[in-house]
Structures are given as C-alpha cells and as structure tokens.
C-alpha cells in the first residue's frame, strides 16, 4: 500500500506540474517576417506580412534616425545599425533583443557576409568598417578608411559580394575600395579611384558589379567585381551636363536602384527624372519624368513596376512607373512623408512609411488599392526577411 499511494503522489504531480507549465510558444516562418523602424522611439515593430499586423515591438535601441537592417541566412536574427554606432541582434522569432554593442561614434548602415558568419559595420566617425562574428557580435577585424596620411573618410554605400568581399566607397577619398574577409582576422583590401564624392553605392543583383554615385560631378563610377584589375570606370558622365541644376534636399538612395527587363532604374541628383540604363552596355537608354527628386527607385520583384518616393517638398507623392511601356502609370498621395517602400517576397503588396502620419501604408500592388494601415511612431525603414537571399541587401 505504502508503494502504491508513493507511485500515486507521484502520478498526481506530475499531472500538477504538467497543468502548471505555460502554453507553448506561437509557431512563426521566418519567411514571412519583417521589421519597421520606429525612428522616433528607438525601437523596432516586429511585423507579419501576411497579416499585416505587428506582433511585437523591441525598445531601447539607441538613435535610428538613419537606421537599416540585415538578415541572417536562416532569416530567424537581424542586424540593426544605428545613427550612434549601436549595433543591435534581434531575435525575431522569440521576440527579443540579443545583444546591442556601440561600435562607433557616428554610422549609417551594414552589411552580412555571403556566408552569414560576418557581420560588418560601415563608419563615418571613425572612418572605416569593423567585422562582428555574427552569433557573439565579437569585434574580428576593422580597416580604417585611411585615404592618405592622416585623413580618414567616411564610408558610404557598403554592400555584401560573393567570395565574402565587401565593396564600398569613400566619400572624401573619391575611391572605391573593396575588403576581402576570407580570413575575417586579417582582411585583404583593394583601393580604386573613384571620381569625386561618391555618395551611395550597390552591387547588381548577379553580384558582379558595384556602383556608386557621384555628388561632386555628372556621372557614377563602375567597378566589375570579377575584374577588378581593369579598375573602376565613369558612366553616364554627361547627365545634367550643361543644365541648371536643383537644389537637392535628400540624397537619392542607390540601395533602392532597380534592375529590371535588362535595365537599371537611377534615380538622378537634383532632376525630376529617373535614369533607364542598359547594364549590358552601361549607356543611358532613357529617362522617365516624375513628380519630383526621386530618392529611392525601386523594383517589384518580378520587374513590371518600378515605385519611386521624392525628397522634399514631393515627399507626400509617389509615382509607380510601367517598365513594359516606360511611362508612369500610376500616381499616388500615400501620406505624408513617405521615406521607404518594402515589397512582400512576390510582390503582391507594397509596405509604404508615412512618417509623419505615424503609420505604414499597405496597398495591392495591381489594383493600387489601399489594404491596411499599421500605426507607428515615426517609421522609416522596412525590412522583410526575404532580404535574407539576396546579393546586397
């Protein structure tokens, strides 16, 4: 009797034990994730895309007031760089915030390696990039954006490259320098001119080229990543040349530049046009008038539309241009200053940031249809996991 009331204590607490236990946690994809920026708040909505809903919001990020993001190869971590040089590992799924480091004093934005194990921070203050192992976020290595003795440059336009390379421009040093990471200990780097003030920079969804724009003079310089012993060279030296240019308000974004049906979609420095360029020559085949200076130009996944968002005062405007006809096809008034444009993984939706609506507006990218609002305290950036798979973002 004694053994059988002992098994049955134990049976019944085991049962009390197992009543006891908190519900399980809420299964997610990471595929169908994604964050917004609240800028104003420093922190970031957690967000499912096809809800349309935030699920969580992560605080005390630090000043993101130039924010972006990067994801982990599994899409489960971002990486978040701030304005103050902090950077930040969110953990999407279970919600929360990893591990936050400041790693300069003054940055705006990153990038993660082809293979996923490094983590890199581009630098104004000090000029530069530094490698972060990016499961413990330990500094690995840094190269100081030295451009001649004693003066150091603000990196602009830092972009991931297969072979773990990393490409980027120089803004004061007028050059493009691209670092290999395969030994993230002691990276190798090669330095090319430039041309003056390069601003921004991408690589071509293929990986092969880097681009940066040029502020100091009519023009963007070319590097071929597979041969980079040619050196970089000058396109499209001659746009503007001989015009009055704009007064130019916000710089145009090259991380948003689209590559579609065979073409590159640029936005122009001070013109209300958006640059059509034929990337197996390099040479302007068009351009295309929209309603203001355009800041980012971006592509829908399958490439039929190309949305363009303006610098102020259009900054309320969008224009979706029809890549089929060249032409704009579509104009909207989303909100008031509308700063970033994400599209869903296929496209079917377009995520626009209202800033100053406290708000992201979500519209059917086929009917241009508004589907939904999520309030948010001054967004800027929108990052989706889809990021996770592509060359450059």
């Given at each position: 009797?004694?053994?059988?009331?002992?098994?049955?204590?134990?049976?019944?607490?085991?049962?009390?034990?197992?009543?006891?236990?908190?519900?399980?946690?809420?299964?997610?994809?990471?595929?169908?994730?994604?964050?917004i920026i609240e800028r104003a708040s420093g922190r970031v909505a957690l967000v499912n895309t096809t809800t349309r809903q935030p699920y969580a919001r992560i605080d005390g990020l630090g000043d993101l007031s130039h924010a972006s993001a990067v994801y982990s190869r599994d899409g489960r971590y971002a990486y978040i760089f701030g304005r103050d040089g902090g950077l930040s590992k969110i953990d999407l799924l279970e919600a929360k915030l990893v591990k936050r480091i400041v790693q300069s004093g003054?940055?705006?934005?990153?990038?993660?390696?082809?293979?996923?194990?490094?983590?890199?921070?581009?630098?104004?203050?000090?000029?530069?990039?530094?490698?972060?192992d990016a499961e413990t976020l330990e500094l690995l290595s840094e190269v100081p954006a030295e451009y001649a003795p004693g003066k150091f440059s603000k990196v602009v336009g830092l972009a991931d490259s297969p072979g773990n390379k990393f490409a980027y421009a120089l803004f004061?040093?007028?050059?493009?320098?691209?670092?290999?990471?395969?030994?993230?200990?002691?990276?190798?780097?090669?330095r090319f001119p430039a041309g003056?003030?390069?601003?921004?920079?991408?690589?071509?969804?293929?990986?092969?080229?880097?681009?940066?724009?040029?502020?100091?003079?009519d023009g963007?310089?070319?590097?071929?990543?597979?041969?980079?012993?040619?050196?970089?060279?000058?396109?499209?030296?001659?746009?503007?040349?001989?015009?009055?240019?704009?007064?130019?308000?916000k710089m145009p974004h090259l991380?948003?530049?689209?590559?579609?049906?065979?073409?590159?979609?640029?936005?122009?420095?001070?013109?209300?046009?958006?640059?059509?360029?034929?990337?197996a020559t390099w040479k302007?085949?068009?351009?295309?008038?929209?309603?203001?200076?355009?800041?980012?130009?971006?592509?829908?996944?399958?490439g039929r539309q190309v949305w363009v968002n303006f610098s102020f005062p259009d900054y309320g405007?969008?224009?979706?241009?029809?890549?089929?006809?060249?032409?704009?096809?579509?104009?909207?008034?989303?909100?008031?200053?509308?700063?970033?444009?994400?599209?869903?993984?296929?496209?079917?939706?377009?995520?626009?940031?209202?800033?100053?609506?406290?708000k992201v507006v979500i519209y059917d990218t086929a009917s241009f249809t508004k589907l939904s609002e999520i309030p948010a305290e001054n967004p800027s950036g929108i990052f989706f996991t889809s990021r996770a798979a592509r060359i450059g973002f």
């Open positions: 009797m004694r053994v059988l009331r002992l098994l049955l204590s134990c049976v019944v607490a085991a049962w009390l034990v197992g009543c006891a236990t908190t519900a399980p946690p809420v299964l997610r994809g990471t595929g169908d994730l994604g964050l003054n940055a705006i934005g990153g990038s993660i390696s082809q293979d996923g194990r490094i983590v890199v921070a581009q630098n104004y203050t000090p000029g530069g990039i530094k490698a972060f004061e040093g007028g050059e493009i320098w691209v670092s290999d990471f395969s030994n993230p200990r002691q990276p190798k780097t090669q003056s003030q390069p601003y921004d920079g991408l690589v071509t969804p293929d990986g092969r080229h880097f681009l940066a724009g040029l502020f100091g003079e963007v310089a070319l590097l071929d990543l597979w041969q980079p012993e040619k050196g970089a060279r000058k396109i499209l030296e001659n746009y503007g040349r001989g015009q009055e240019k704009l007064p130019v308000f991380r948003g530049w689209s590559v579609a049906q065979g073409k590159a979609y640029l936005p122009a420095i001070g013109r209300h046009e958006v640059l059509v360029v034929d990337v302007e085949v068009g351009r295309i008038p929209v309603r203001g200076q355009p800041v980012f130009v971006m592509a829908r996944p399958d405007k969008v224009d979706v241009i029809d890549t089929l006809s060249g032409k704009v096809a579509q104009q909207l008034e989303p909100g008031k200053g509308i700063l970033h444009m994400e599209f869903t993984p296929r496209g079917e939706q377009v995520w626009l940031s209202a800033r100053d609506d406290n």
